[in-house]
């Protein structure tokens, strides 16, 4: 079954790994606060998700002050 996550913006993920509990975590940017991106500051964030194994989030987290940032691993 295929997933999307974010907003509105764009979104995109640098990496993803699987995690020990068989789930995913991704690594990347967001340019939208709504959808599943909450917490967001400037116009590029980190954005970091949890997935289980079934690719449902379980928890999202922005990262970001006044630059722009984006996470790569």
Known sequence: MAHAY???GNEWAHS???TPD???IAAGY???NNGDVSGKSW???YWIIKTDN???LE???TYGG???EEAFD
């Open 16 to 18: 993803v790994k699987q």
């Open 66 to 68: 006044s630059v722009t």
């Open 30 to 32: 967001t340019e939208s």
């Open 22 to 24: 068989g789930g995913y």
């Open 54 to 56: 079934d690719g449902n």
């Open 6 to 8: 974010g907003g509105s």
């Open 59 to 61: 928890w999202q987290k």
């Open 43 to 45: 116009i590029y964030d």
